[in-house]
């Protein structure tokens, strides 16, 4: 997760309602993490619970969208690929220069 998300939610978890959403950000930033290459995006989950790497090869999306959040200090990259599956990569900084480098 990008570092303005986890500053605000920490702020924001002060905040009993909050505080889920602090921990899920937590949690983010300490086991998710996304990789952009010259032949693909790289999501690696390493978790106790669970360990995972989703490859997204730039000739198989279809469309990338970033939906910019927290006045735009970080973003949510929606990856619509060839064989319409959808997925969402969370809490992505720098997304200006991801979104052009995937496009």
């Not at 602090?22 to 978790?47: N, P, Q």
């Not at 490859?55 to 949510?76: C, Q, S, T």
């Not at 969370?90 to 995937?102: L, S």
Request: charge should be negative.
């Amino acid at each position: 997760g990008a570092p303005a998300e986890l500053a605000v939610s920490l702020f924001l978890g002060l905040f009993v309602l909050y505080a889920p959403l602090t921990l899920l950000s937590v949690f983010r930033r300490l086991f998710s993490k996304y990789r952009v290459t010259d032949r693909a995006v790289y999501v690696e989950v390493d978790s106790p619970l669970r360990k995972e790497v989703q490859r997204f090869a730039y000739e198989d999306m279809k469309e990338v969208v970033m939906i910019p959040r927290a006045f735009g200090l970080w973003a949510d990259m929606v990856v619509r690929m060839q064989n319409g599956d959808t997925h969402i990569i969370t809490a992505v900084d720098e997304f200006d220069a991801v979104k052009e480098y995937c496009v």
